[in-house]
């Protein structure tokens, strides 16, 4: 089983960046396909990108791509969201997941979850 924990959120003006990390432990990180997902306030929980275990394909949500770049480093257990040219339509709190098997990137699909990271951005 797998524990992944989200860092660097925070609170940025529109038209700024962050970078989120997620670090995975206490599974075979590089046996994992990973994704980002998103809160808004008062919304559901959706699809942000996703990438495979190799690193090699990844999948975007169509509005946010070009601004949101997905990587992964199997050697750290580490999976990065860089966010850039944020809106105050992007303010979230950011989850990470982890799944084994499948390939949808749909919530029921994903086996383990981060706690979030709240990201916040001010116009």
């Known amino acids: 089983q797998v524990q992944l924990a989200e860092s660097g959120g925070g609170l940025v003006q529109a038209g700024g960046s962050l970078r989120l990390s997620c670090a995975a432990s206490?599974?075979?990180?590089?046996?994992?396909?990973m994704g980002w997902f998103r809160q808004p306030p008062g919304k559901e929980r959706e699809f942000v990108v996703g990438?495979?275990?190799?690193?090699?394909?990844?999948y975007y949500a169509d509005s946010e791509q070009g601004r949101f770049t997905i990587s992964r480093d199997n050697a750290k257990n580490t999976v990065y969201l860089q966010m850039n040219s944020l809106k105050p339509e992007d303010t979230a709190v950011y989850y990470c997941a982890a799944a084994q098997s499948g390939s949808s990137w749909s919530n029921y699909a994903m086996e383990y979850w981060g706690k979030g990271a709240r990201v916040t951005v001010s116009s």
């Open positions: 990438i495979r275990v190799s690193g090699g394909s990844t």
């Open positions: 206490g599974g075979t990180f590089s046996s994992y396909r």
